[in-house]
């Protein structure tokens, strides 16, 4: 899920200068506009290895850092069978973590490395995981509308150039199919519940839908790097045609559960054929990317307690492997 | 400084005998034992498969792209290796 | 009818120790020592919720006072849950989480591979099903035991110190009681004492192996399968996972 495009800096990329180098971009741009997928070993230019490696370590952060606010109500899920299924659906969140730092190392990159700026607070993540989840009808919202956004996010991933990125959508797009489901089933039947589940899904609504606008990343008059990247097709739709597609699915599914989308300006403009909405918060965004989020503090120190009470087991582990390696050499 | 991570190993999972192993992905794990565990936990939760393969990253050989001219294309203006290649008339049977 | 009453009991021991270990495995989410070992953690934890929820379905229904799944799980207090003692321990570190499930995948091991010639085939299906499930929590966990034991200098001093502290644990786990004993003579429940010795062979070849210690035998706590006396921790651990259930006593569908 969850390529905002947060941060545009890849650092300084050398243009192409000589004319064999212009000519190797040429070659490598028209194999882009033929459709071809890039994969690994392929020569790429330096921006385009760069970008995408920021774009797929942000989304492999989003996963694993997602995971946290749903985790909070594993231990209090009302019903086994939630439980069950918001344990399946984090679990995928992981295993989606997993494909994704994997196809980031296939352009030369460490996971170690990528983790590192993770826990140094150097790296983004999706600004969505910096809210708190206050109730279980967050856990549904979480599912209906932050997966919701991701799919729609991540369905047009699977063309992307690059091959392993795009492979790696392909089997997260079909894994996380019955994520928004379940979370529009948790909503549904707090909507038809009693008022005070009704409250509650109501409350959380009102509480997601505007971070939730926030995950597609900023208008594309601010986006830095959007023509460049659509012109690679590392991203295929921009930030706003995404934002208005989401706004026009998701209102009739919130009307058929009668719950009241939080915004006064929301209504149907049948010359565009879309729905018109009111300005997005966007300074709160820019506060919460720049690390004044409600959450953006505990999401970091559980990563990095973790990290950290893990290593003395990641290096138990190598040290067995090393003494078994020259066990069996010496037998 | 970043943390000495477990080793790569690449992953390849038969779906259902018949047919090949097929490359799905890799992971880290600290031994081939363990990889072969954690590529179950990761690539087969929806029942992909019946078989796992776990290989070091670092014992693949790979091919080189700037090799893909002379490696591949020499194969290319052989049709005489294609049965359709040939003319044979209609009439002749069992061929 | 008391016979039914007696096996509800049994299902319930069953049930609540997959559930009690599933709620402290699910604890570890985000916490892992490293993400493929959370995905593997998490798929366990799966597991165990899914035992936990056939046990329990089963119990509720033998009952017939309509309770499910649910009920069971979410509106019993500490009175009447009839876990071990041992899944209701906090986690510690993973030498210690690692080393419970260890120890108590090695037991269900046993107890499902006998529970499938039980004369309840409903149960026998059951335990069928959860063995091969069990046998991948047992394997898992005891490459585990051995790594941690067999590895750095730290690793083995926390592993020997994890079995030291959970050993007075499993006692309890052979230790028959009434109710264990009815079951036996019922033909649904296996002799616990005859389930000891595949148990001591697979713990032994393990700890062998990872050059651990088997901790003396020594004094035993019981009173968890029983309701007899349950560990402090279990009410907290209720208190978290029935909190909704709990709060909003009127809703009737989650």
Request: glycine content about 8%.
């Amino acid at each position: 899920m969850y390529t905002q495009g947060l941060d545009g800096k890849i650092g300084p990329v050398r243009e192409a200068e000589t004319a064999e180098e212009k000519e190797r971009e040429a070659r490598f741009q028209a194999r882009i506009d033929a459709e071809e997928r890039i994969e690994p070993n392929d020569w790429m230019p330096e921006g385009y290895r760069r970008t995408l490696i920021r774009q797929i370590s942000q989304h492999a952060h989003s996963e694993i850092v997602g995971m946290l606010p749903e985790g909070n109500w594993v231990t209090r899920a009302p019903t086994l069978r939630r439980k069950a299924i918001l344990l399946a659906k984090i679990q995928d969140e992981a295993g989606h973590g997993l494909y994704l730092y994997s196809a980031c190392e296939t352009l030369g990159v460490e996971r170690a490395e990528l983790v590192e700026q993770l826990l140094a607070g150097k790296a983004k993540y999706s600004s969505i995981f910096n809210y708190p989840t206050l109730t279980w009808a967050d856990v549904g919202m979480i599912g209906w509308l932050v997966d919701g956004a991701a799919i729609m996010n991540q369905v047009p991933l699977q063309r992307c150039s690059y091959g392993p990125y795009a492979r790696a959508m392909v089997r997260i797009c079909k894994e996380e199919s019955f994520h928004q489901r379940q979370g529009y089933e948790i909503v549904m039947t707090l909507a038809q519940g009693t008022p005070e589940q009704r409250r509650m899904a109501q409350e959380s609504l009102d509480r997601w839908w505007w971070p939730a606008l926030m995950m597609f990343g900023p208008p594309d008059s601010d986006s830095v790097h959007t023509a460049q990247s659509m012109k690679w097709k590392i991203k295929r739709v921009t930030n706003d045609e995404l934002r208005q597609k989401f706004v026009d699915v998701t209102v009739p599914q919130a009307e058929r559960l009668g719950l009241r989308i939080p915004d006064p300006q929301l209504r149907w403009n049948p010359e565009r054929g879309h729905y018109d909405f009111g300005p997005v918060p966007w300074d709160e965004f820019w506060r919460v990317i720049a690390g004044e989020g409600p959450c953006n503090r505990e999401r970091l120190e559980q990563r990095r307690r973790a990290h950290e009470e893990g290593r003395w087991v990641r290096e138990a582990a190598l040290a067995h492997a090393e003494k078994r390696r020259l066990r069996d050499r010496a037998a | 400084m970043a943390d000495k991570d477990w080793p790569l190993y690449e992953i390849f999972i038969r779906p259902r005998n018949g047919l090949a192993h097929r490359h799905v992905g890799s992971l880290h794990a600290p031994d081939g034992e363990m990889a072969i565990e954690m590529a179950r936990d990761l690539y087969t939760r929806r029942g992909e498969g019946n078989s796992i393969w776990a290989v070091p990253a670092v014992a693949i050989a790979v091919s080189s792209p700037d090799d893909k001219a002379s490696l591949f294309e020499p194969a290319e203006d052989k049709e005489y290796r294609y049965p359709t290649h040939y003319t044979i008339p209609s009439d002749v049977k069992n061929m | 009818m008391a016979e039914d009453r007696a096996r509800f009991e049994y299902l319930l021991r069953l049930g609540d120790n997959s559930l009690i270990l599933g709620h402290r495995l699910s604890e570890m989410l985000g916490n892992a020592p490293a993400l493929e070992e959370e995905m593997a953690l998490v798929n366990v934890a799966l597991d165990l919720i899914g035992q936990a929820r056939l046990f329990l379905g089963y119990a509720g229904e033998l009952e017939g006072a309509g309770r499910d799944e649910d009920a069971l799980a979410y509106r019993r207090d500490v009175l009447d849950y009839r876990c071990a003692l041992i899944v209701e321990l906090p986690n510690g570190d993973f030498a210690h989480a690692i080393g419970r499930l260890f120890l108590i995948s090695a037991f269900d091991f046993e107890l499902y591979g006998a529970l499938r010639e039980s004369a309840d085939r409903r149960l026998a299906a059951i335990a069928e099903k959860s063995l091969k499930e069990v046998t991948y929590h047992l394997r898992h966990a005891g490459e585990w035991v051995i790594r941690l034991g067999d590895g750095t200098e730290e690793s083995h001093r926390r592993m020997q110190k994890a079995l030291e502290d959970l050993w007075m644990y499993t006692g309890e786990l052979f230790t028959p009681d009434a109710l264990d004993e009815a079951m036996r003579e019922a033909g649904i429940a296996p002799d616990l004492a005859r389930l000891r010795e595949g148990w001591d062979r697979r713990v032994d070849a393990v700890l062998r192996e990872a050059t651990l210690t088997r901790p003396a035998e020594g004094w035993m706590q019981s009173g968890g399968k029983d309701g007899r006396m349950h560990t402090e921790h279990l009410g907290y651990i209720l208190a978290e996972m029935q909190f909704l259930q709990r709060a909003y006593p009127d809703a009737r569908a989650w």
